[in-house]
């Protein structure tokens, strides 16, 4: 069935370092895929997107790009900030006609001033 | 534009009692998703109703049930709670289109004891 993963946290950094987390999937198709994320007590916010191979979906300075050669969409962003703390989830949405999306297990970022 | 709204943000309750849990999606949405949210299983999906029907589920036992009113408002609810039901229970609106992007409520935080 389909699935993604996604490395494990936490990932710590200091303010203005690069980040990257990876994300894998396996899926029937050519799923949409997202980053979401998610700050303490709070629900899932949309980060950015991408439907189809080679795009390029980016918000608030985060990017990732859909590759379909190697089923990635791993996010990064060139300079973090405190306020970045959060868990990012990687997700797809299938081909099947639902909105549905799968999940990754997610990925806890703490940044350090 | 109002987004998703989750009543009530916490709830506690016993072993063996039932619970329902409400979402109000954004206003002209009409397709509604559940999703449970644990520490060990992550984000696993629940079911989706759109007009009404339910058009989607994952694989939750029986004891899982929910509706959509004519006002695309939903209901979860869930009978004869176990410990393991305590969760995170978030709800998703789209206008309910297929590859349609996701918008989360904050959740519900359901303890049982």
């Known amino acids: 069935g389909n699935s993604v993963t996604q490395m494990e946290g936490p990932v710590t950094l200091s303010e203005e370092a690069f980040l990257t987390i990876n994300c894998t999937y396996t899926a029937t198709g050519y799923p949409s895929l997202f980053w979401y994320v998610q700050y303490p007590g709070e629900g899932l916010q949309l980060l950015l997107k991408?439907?189809?191979?080679?795009d390029k979906g980016s918000n608030k300075g985060f990017e990732a790009t859909y590759r379909k050669e190697t089923t990635s969409f791993h996010l990064e962003k060139g300079s973090v900030q405190v306020s970045d703390s959060a868990v990012y989830f990687c997700a797809q949405q299938g081909n099947s006609g639902y909105s549905t999306l799968t999940f990754g297990k997610g990925t806890m970022l703490l940044v350090s001033p | 534009k109002a987004g998703v709204t989750q009543t009530p943000r916490y709830l506690i309750k016993t072993r063996g009692q039932q619970v329902t849990l409400s979402c109000s999606p954004i206003?002209?949405?009409?397709?509604v998703s559940w999703y449970q949210q644990t520490p060990g299983q992550g984000l696993q999906f629940l079911f989706e109703?759109?007009?009404?029907?339910?058009?989607n589920k994952g694989n939750f036992p029986g004891r899982f049930s929910g509706r959509q009113f004519s006002n695309s408002r939903s209901e979860m609810n869930v009978s004869t709670l176990e410990l393991g039901d305590s969760a995170l229970y978030l709800c998703?609106?789209?206008?309910?289109?297929?590859?349609?992007?996701?918008?989360f409520g904050a959740g519900t935080r359901l303890s049982v004891l």
């Open positions: 991408a439907t189809k191979a080679d």
């Open positions: 109703y759109f007009s009404e029907t339910q058009r």
């Open positions: 206003s002209g949405h009409r397709s």
């Open positions: 998703a609106s789209t206008s309910g289109g297929a590859k349609n992007i996701q918008y």
